[in-house]
C-alpha cells in the first residue's frame, strides 16, 4: 500500500548567521497528489545530499541561482528509485536516478531533470552523491581547470577532510603532485594521511598550525580552497610565483554577518599569481569526460570515499546542516531518507 502522506523540509525562514533551530520547518503533503504526467517520473528518495553552498542558498542576495524562497521546499540533491513512470517517461520502475527534487521524501520529476545511475563494477549508487556528483565534479574541474596543476608541484587544499577536499586531494596525488592537506584536529589529519595519502596533513586547530605550514610547504603553487577567511588570507602570503587559487568555497565565512576581507592580496600581483572563483555547474559540456575518469578511478580502488551517514529519516536534514560548519563531519555527509521503495509499479 502507498503511503496517505509524505513529508517536505522547507524554508520558514532566513537566519542572519546561524542556521536556527526554526529555520526550517516540516509540511506532511498527501501521497495522491504525486502524479507523474507525460516524460515524467516519481521517484521516492533514498538518499539526500548535504552541502556548504546550501548556506548561500537560503541567503536573499545574488548568487548563482535564485534563493529559496520562504515556503519553498528546500534545494538539494538526492539520489533515488522510481517508483512510478508517467506516460511517454524513458525512466521505468525500478531505476535509479539521481537529481536536485530538494528535501521531500517523494517528488514528481521532469526526465530532463533525471540521470540513470550507471552502476558499472566498484561504483554504488551513493557514490553519485560524493565522488560522481557535484563533489567530485567541483574537485576535478578546480585541479584541472582552475589550478592547472602538473606534476611536481605543491597542492594545498584546506577543508580537505570534506568531500570535495578528499576528492582534490586524490586527484592531486594522482597528478603527480606533493599534496598538503588542512583539516581540523589530529583524527582527520591522521586519517588523510593514512587513508587518503596525502603528503602532509596540517592541523588547523593547532597552535603551531601557521608555524607548521611555513615549515612543512613552504610556498606553493596551487591552493584549492574551500575555507576562505584567516586561512585564506595567510595562503596569499605563501605563494610561489605564477600560483593558482581555486576558490571553491568559504566554509568558515558562510554564517558569518560580515564576511571578513582579505589583507594579503597585493602578494598576488608580486608573485603573478591569479585568485579565481568557479561552479561547477558551468562545465556540464565537460561532466562525461570527468565522470569517465572518476568512475575509473573508484573502480580500480585509486579513489577512496568516506561517508558520513546520518539516519533517522528526512526531518534529520536541517538538524545535520550545521555539521558542514562546524566541521564536525569527516567525509560526505549524507541522510538516509528510506530504505529500499516502498511502492510498486501496480499503485
Known amino acids: 500500500m502507498p503511503p496517505s502522506n509524505y513529508k517536505q523540509i522547507v524554508l520558514n525562514s532566513r537566519p542572519v548567521a546561524d542556521i536556527e533551530p526554526d529555520t526550517f520547518r516540516t509540511e506532511v503533503r498527501p501521497f495522491s497528489e504525486l502524479n507523474p504526467g507525460s516524460e515524467q517520473a516519481l521517484v521516492q528518495c533514498t538518499w539526500l545530499s548535504l552541502d556548504p553552498a546550501m548556506r548561500g542558498y537560503i541567503r536573499d542576495a545574488r548568487s548563482y541561482l535564485p534563493p529559496v524562497k520562504i515556503g519553498e521546499v528546500m534545494r538539494a540533491g538526492g539520489i533515488g528509485v522510481v517508483v512510478r ?14 537529481g536536485a527534487w530538494g528535501m521531500q521524501e517523494y517528488a514528481v ?5 533525471l540521470a540513470k545511475l550507471d552502476l558499472p563494477a566498484g561504483v554504488e549508487p551513493l557514490d553519485y552523491l560524493n565522488v560522481l556528483g557535484s563533489s567530485g565534479l567541483t574537485a576535478y574541474f578546480g585541479l584541472k581547470d582552475i589550478g592547472q596543476l602538473k606534476a611536481g608541484e605543491k597542492l594545498v587544499v584546506s577543508g580537505a577532510a570534506g568531500s570535495v577536499g578528499t576528492v582534490a586531494c586524490q586527484l592531486g596525488k594522482a597528478a603527480g603532485a606533493k599534496v598538503y592537506a588542512i583539516a581540523g584536529g589530529p583524527e582527520k589529519c591522521k586519517w588523510l594521511e593514512q587513508e587518503i595519502g596525502v603528503d602532509k596533513a596540517l592541523d588547523y586547530k593547532s597552535p603551531t598550525f601557521y608555524a607548521d605550514v611555513k615549515k612543512h610547504v613552504g610556498y606553493l603553487d596551487v591552493y584549492f580552497d574551500n575555507v576562505g577567511g584567516d586561512i585564506l588570507d595567510f595562503m596569499l602570503t605563501r605563494l610561489n610565483k605564477d600560483a593558482r ?22 602578494n598576488l600581483i608580486s608573485q603573478r599569481a591569479t585568485l579565481r572563483g568557479f561552479i561547477v555547474m558551468d562545465y556540464e559540456k565537460q561532466y562525461p569526460e570527468a565522470l569517465t575518469e572518476l568512475r575509473k578511478g573508484l573502480s580500480s580502488g585509486a579513489i577512496k570515499r568516506k561517508f558520513h551517514v546520518v539516519e533517522g529519516g528526512i526531518e534529520q536534514a536541517p538538524k ?4 558542514l560548519f562546524s566541521g564536525g563531519n569527516t567525509g560526505k555527509l549524507v541522510v538516509k531518507v528510506s530504505a529500499e521503495p516502498s511502492v510498486q509499479a501496480k499503485l
Not at 85 to 98: I, N, Q
Not at 245 to 265: D, E, H, R, T
Open 85 to 98: 513512470a508517467g506516460p511517454g517517461s524513458k525512466f521505468k520502475v525500478g531505476d535509479y536516478v539521481s
Open 245 to 266: 587559487i581555486a576558490l571553491c568555497g568559504a566554509i568558515s565565512q558562510y554564517n558569518a554577518v560580515k564576511p571578513k576581507g582579505l589583507q594579503g592580496y597585493m
Open 320 to 323: 545535520a546542516l550545521p555539521m
Open 109 to 113: 520529476v521532469k526526465d530532463k531533470y
